[in-house]
């Protein structure tokens, strides 16, 4: 069974940085499209940076600049660097796999077959 979960987040304050692990079993990381999501307080679930099964990456407005989404194939692991952490940035991330190997990946959360618990990131100002 394929199963992936997310660790790595953590309560900062504004300005500081945070790394999240996606790791997964019963998948490949390599080969396959996958993505970062949030859901802050009172907000709908959005996406934040995607990956595609040939490493090309998208990002979110709201973290251009600001976040890097990679992997290590080595480790089969997802990774999420978060630098320069904003009051915005709160909310709860979860790690999404697709079942498909898109080229260009899907912003739509139920497009993403797998996905992980997730990790709370808390940015205080």
Same mark, same amino acid.
């Given at each position: 069974?394929?199963?992936?979960?997310?660790?790595?987040?953590? @309560?900062?304050? =504004?300005?500081?940085?945070?790394?999240? +692990?996606?790791? %997964? +079993?019963?998948?490949?990381?390599?080969?396959? @499209?996958?993505?970062?999501?949030?859901? *802050?307080?009172?907000?709908?679930?959005?996406?934040? %940076?995607?990956?595609? %099964?040939?490493?090309?990456?998208? !990002? %979110?407005? @709201?973290?251009?600049?600001?976040?890097?989404?990679?992997?290590? @194939?080595?480790?089969?692991?997802?990774?999420?660097?978060?630098?320069?952490?904003?009051?915005?940035?709160? *909310?709860?991330?979860?790690?999404? =796999?697709? =079942?498909?190997?898109?080229?260009?990946? +899907?912003?739509?959360?139920?497009? !993403?077959?797998?996905?992980?618990?997730?990790?709370?990131?808390?940015? +205080?100002?």
């Amino acid at each position: 069974q394929v199963h992936v979960a997310e660790s790595g987040g953590g @309560s900062v304050q =504004a300005g500081g940085s945070l790394r999240l +692990s996606c790791t %997964a +079993s019963g998948y490949t990381v390599r080969t396959n @499209s996958m993505g970062w999501f949030r859901q *802050g307080p009172g907000k709908e679930r959005e996406g934040v %940076a995607l990956i595609g %099964a040939d490493v090309k990456t998208r !990002y %979110a407005d @709201s973290v251009e600049g600001r976040f890097t989404i990679s992997k290590d @194939s080595d480790k089969n692991t997802l990774y999420l660097q978060m630098n320069n952490l904003q009051p915005e940035d709160t *909310g709860m991330y979860y790690c999404a =796999a697709s =079942a498909v190997r898109w080229y260009t990946p +899907s912003w739509v959360p139920s497009d !993403y077959k797998y996905w992980g618990q997730g990790t709370q990131v808390t940015i +205080s100002s």
